[in-house]
């Protein structure tokens, strides 16, 4: 199946700090999301992407689809302690009509105040 | 309005007993995704149902799984018997499908353990 390959793994900085992650596709995706999972609850949709070049904010968050449509990235400005979680992009496959999504394996946050 | 529901939230049982996972999905919706997610394997999609209908069950594993959707709000899925390796943290999402939308707001999960 598709794979999407998400960087970094694990972050670790200091609040305040700014903080770029990305997911990468070997192949074209229509659709961009990025989730942030807290410890035991599920995912949460934080942003979604639905054209090239397009680039959406939500507070503090920053994501942006790729020209080439093979890649996304999530910025997050004046990190505080409360972005400590795993964050997790997810796409469609363009060469695919399925609605199911398939999921980056995750860039671990931890913020030290 | 209430997001998705799950229970249990969590699960402790035998090797080869009966499981049954509950999902209640977002009022509305018609969309329906069961995953499993692992920390060696991460999230995992099992099936997904589109108007009660099962679209797309390639990611089950195996025929001691099953999934059904009695109705257009509640989905079960049943692991039947259990295995220790079935231990994971299941999470079904709830999702409206309509032309452009491929948002997913996924459930608090449950937590199985198979012993």
């Known amino acids: 199946g598709q794979q999407l390959n998400q960087s970094p793994q694990s972050m670790f900085i200091q609040e305040g700090e700014d903080v770029s992650m990305n997911c990468t596709s070997s192949?074209?995706?229509?659709?961009w999301l990025w989730y942030k999972q807290d410890p035991g609850e599920g995912p949460v949709l934080l942003i979604a992407l639905y054209k090239a070049g397009e680039l959406t904010s939500n507070g503090r968050l920053t994501a942006q689809f790729g020209i080439t449509r093979k890649d996304s990235f999530l910025n997050i400005s004046a990190s505080i302690p409360s972005d400590v979680g795993i964050y997790f992009c997810?796409?469609?496959?363009?060469?695919?009509?399925?609605?199911?999504?398939?999921f980056g394996s995750g860039t671990r946050l931890q913020v030290q105040p | 309005d209430a997001g998705v529901i799950q229970s249990p939230r969590h699960e402790v049982t035998e090797m080869g007993q009966e499981v049954t996972l509950r999902c209640k999905l977002i009022?509305?919706?018609?969309?329906l995704f069961w995953y499993r997610q692992t920390m060696m394997r991460g999230l995992e999609l099992l099936i997904y149902?589109?108007?009660?209908?099962?679209?797309?069950d390639s990611g089950m594993p195996e025929d001691r799984f099953s999934a059904k959707m009695p109705n257009a709000s509640f989905s079960t899925l049943k692991i039947q018997p259990s295995e220790p390796r079935d231990s994971a943290v299941y999470f079904c999402a709830s999702s409206l499908a309509r032309a452009g939308s491929l948002k997913q707001y996924f459930g608090p999960g449950t937590r199985l353990t198979v012993t």
């Open positions: 997810a796409g469609q496959p363009q060469d695919t009509g399925r609605r199911a999504l398939t």
């Open positions: 149902f589109n108007n009660n209908v099962p679209i797309d």
């Open positions: 009022s509305g919706h018609n969309s």
């Open positions: 192949s074209i995706f229509n659709t």
